[in-house]
Every structure is written in structure tokens, then in C-alpha cells.
């Protein structure tokens, strides 16, 4: 197995796009699956749609479950931050990617994505892992 860590900067976005990384990773590595791990308890990896309106229908999407205001028991960092933190039981902290032939066999519209609503951590940190088949 391969694995390498990366650092992504979100600026503050709710949706950065992993795609361009995740396929430099999967690059002449042959056949198997792609593992993309956050280790992160206010964030996620997801596969979706982007540059379509897709990010903000995301937002909304969120803000609708999860508003972002003073319901939360957890409740430190910016307000509303509670709700960064129940994020990762709907957008799951890791996802796998079939790979054949170094290529990811990921659909026309999807792309690797980390989702994150936590404003007050624009540093993250995701794990992709190789496992040959």
C-alpha cells in the first residue's frame, strides 16, 4: 500500500476540489482503489458535481440541516460551530475510488472533494492511500 498526506488550504470554502491531486496520486500505480481519508472531526470527502451551481446547492442543502446558530450543545470557536461538528455524520470522513491503470474510474460530472463548513480551520489535512488490486 501507498499512502501520502496532503495539506489543503480551504480559504474558508465549504467545497475545494481534490481531483487534480487525487489523479497525480493514482498515476502510474496500476489497478486497485484509491482511499481518501480526512482525519479531521469537522470535515468530509465526497464525490460530486462542481462548477455547475453544485457547491452552492450544497450550501444550502447544509444550512437547511445543519444552521448554522446557537442550537448547538457543542459549542466553542465561531457561532454556530456545533454544527461543524455533526457535519462529518452526513458528508463521511472517507470515501474509495475504484483505479484502473492509474486512472481513477470516476464518472463524466464527479470529482473528489473535501467538505468543510468550519471557518475557523483553513488548514486540513487528507490521506490518500493506495491499495493495489
Do not use: C
Given at each position: 500500500m501507498r499512502s501520502q498526506e496532503i495539506e489543503v488550504l480551504t480559504g474558508g470554502r465549504l467545497v475545494t476540489d481534490l481531483t487534480q491531486e487525487a489523479t497525480r496520486f493514482c498515476a502510474g500505480q496500476g489497478d486497485g482503489l484509491l482511499s481518501v481519508f480526512?482525519?479531521?472531526?469537522?470535515?468530509?470527502?465526497?464525490?460530486m458535481e462542481t462548477g455547475a451551481g453544485s457547491e452552492?446547492?450544497?450550501a444550502t442543502a447544509l444550512d437547511g440541516m445543519l444552521?448554522?446558530?446557537?442550537?448547538?450543545?457543542?459549542?466553542?470557536?465561531?457561532?454556530g460551530?456545533?454544527?461543524?461538528?455533526v457535519l462529518p455524520a452526513f458528508v463521511?470522513?472517507?470515501?474509495?475510488?475504484?483505479?484502473l491503470d492509474g486512472a481513477m474510474t470516476l464518472g463524466t460530472w464527479q470529482s473528489v472533494v473535501l467538505v468543510d463548513s468550519n471557518v475557523d480551520n483553513p488548514r486540513r489535512r487528507v490521506r490518500f492511500s493506495f491499495l493495489a488490486g
Open positions: 480526512v482525519p479531521h472531526a469537522t470535515a468530509g470527502a465526497a464525490l452552492t446547492d450544497l444552521p448554522s446558530d446557537d442550537r448547538w450543545v457543542h459549542r466553542h470557536g465561531s457561532p460551530h456545533g454544527r461543524d461538528h463521511s470522513s472517507s470515501l474509495v475510488v475504484p483505479v
